[in-house]
């Protein structure tokens, strides 16, 4: 009896660490695995020292406000959207993809976004569509638009800054506008469009040009009524000259 028990536990003992053994290096250095269907909440892609490259998301999952990738904070104010987001060798976030839709009460609201940041900082191109219907109006935007963006910018200083106004927004709107000024000033804040390519709210198709403070100059397009027509503005906003010419 004593034996067989030393037989079964030694048995026992080898079968577990074999099938072990078999578990594990059938996944080690046997290539690409296959799947038909694969249903996950959310992928990190990383390089072989960790840096996360990649990260494709459902909107749980989403990273925000207390997560940190690479080391970094991430956008607490950000919406969780389903998509992915792109990172640097440093780590750094430099561009994403998101998109929502869904129905309301009196329509619908949806979107798309691609973007490509500048190092270090934020969009400087971005692939935009927006579609919102409230009751019979609905309106569908969509254009490819080209952004400046601060030169001392970086997206630690402006989470920092950000919580710093924020406060000081509620607390006192001058103070706040004053500090925004001086953020601008010192090229940490701001950004403006440049160029815009696309169809406007206003069902206009065609090119549009701002200046560096984001005011439009300049627009070249088709209205809804398929007339040509190209507009020049100062930098208040008046039109200075149009084709053709108003009668």
Not at 7 to 28: C, D, E, P, Y
Not at 48 to 71: H, R
Not at 102 to 116: A, I, P, R, V
Request: charged fraction near 30%.
């Amino acid at each position: 009896m004593n034996k067989e028990l030393i037989f079964l536990r030694t048995f026992a003992v080898t079968a577990a660490i074999s099938s072990s053994f078999l578990f594990f290096t059938s996944f080690k250095g046997s290539g690409n695995q296959q799947f038909e269907t694969i249903d996950v909440q959310r992928i990190n892609v990383v390089e072989a020292d960790g840096t996360v490259k990649m990260i494709i998301t459902n909107a749980g999952l989403f990273p925000n406000g207390e997560d940190k990738i690479n080391g970094n904070n991430t956008n607490a104010d950000r919406k969780k959207r389903a998509g992915m987001l792109f990172f640097n060798e440093d780590g750094l976030e430099c561009g994403g993809f998101i998109y929502d839709g869904e129905k309301k009460e009196n329509g619908h609201s949806s979107g798309l976004s691609l973007t490509f940041d500048q190092y270090d900082g934020d969009q400087v191109m971005q692939l935009l569509t927006t579609d919102s219907k409230k009751g019979e109006d609905r309106y569908v935007s969509s254009s490819l638009v080209f952004n400046d963006r601060p030169a001392k910018e970086s997206q630690e200083k402006t989470r920092e800054i950000m919580l710093e106004l924020k406060e000081l927004r509620k607390s006192d709107p001058e103070a706040f506008k004053a500090k925004y000024s001086e953020y601008q000033e010192q090229e940490l804040l701001g950004g403006a469009p440049r160029i815009m390519l696309g169809k406007s709210r206003s069902q206009n198709n065609g090119l549009f040009l701002f200046d560096d403070k984001g005011m439009p100059r300049a627009m070249f397009y088709i209205d809804k009524d398929n007339n040509p027509k190209l507009e020049a503005y100062d930098e208040k906003g008046n039109v200075t000259s149009t084709w053709p010419e108003k009668k």
